[in-house]
């Protein structure tokens, strides 16, 4: 298997996590560069759950892409590997459905969100990064049994990575809470 640079790897799943829903219509820039909330309805449009599934779904499929041809898996490893990534990663798109769904409803409530709205959001931040941590956990000793401690360290490194490519563009769409 010929192994793909993480880095270059990055312009596509870039590109894919570009195009997750922004928000941007939903945040508009004043003139005095303040965000204002605009027309919800263009909110919806732009981020449909349809549309969030779908990309979901390609990032996830690029994201595998990036795994395999980073990991040096022999082929009785691949075979044991594979079904527990897939069970990671179903878990892992339920918390991630939990992420777009508060980003969805901070898109709702930012332009009159209160201070409990506020504090819910990040409230809710730290539980979506406590859900991806303890997935995690639970299945570290599940890759373990399949793969090397190195093998399973590496994969690790590559989904933290991926995973913090993609939050890094979704959040660079979504502006700071006004006061």
Avoid: C
Avoid at 90 to 113: G, H, R, T, V
């Amino acid at each position: 298997m010929t192994r793909i640079s993480i880095n270059g790897s990055m312009r596509t799943l870039t590109v894919i996590a570009a195009t997750l829903p922004s928000f941007g219509p939903a945040f508009g820039q004043s003139e005095g560069r303040q965000p204002k909330a605009q027309l919800i309805s263009q909110q919806t449009e732009t981020a449909s759950d349809q549309t969030i599934a779908m990309l979901s779904k390609d990032i996830r499929s690029v994201k595998k892409q990036i795994i395999a041809a980073n990991m040096d898996l022999t082929d009785s490893e691949a075979e044991k590997f594979w079904p527990v990534y897939d069970q990671y990663a179903a878990e892992l798109a339920s918390i991630n459905d939990m992420k777009f769904a508060l980003i969805k409803e901070y898109a709702q409530n930012y332009s009159n969100m209160t201070d409990e709205q506020a504090v819910a959001y990040i409230k809710g931040q730290a539980e979506v990064d406590e859900s991806v941590n303890r997935l995690r956990m639970k299945y570290l000793p599940l890759f373990r049994r399949v793969l090397s401690g190195k093998a399973t360290a590496i994969f690790f490194q590559i989904e933290s990575r991926v995973s913090l490519m993609i939050d890094l563009q979704l959040v660079s769409h979504i502006p700071l809470i006004q006061p």
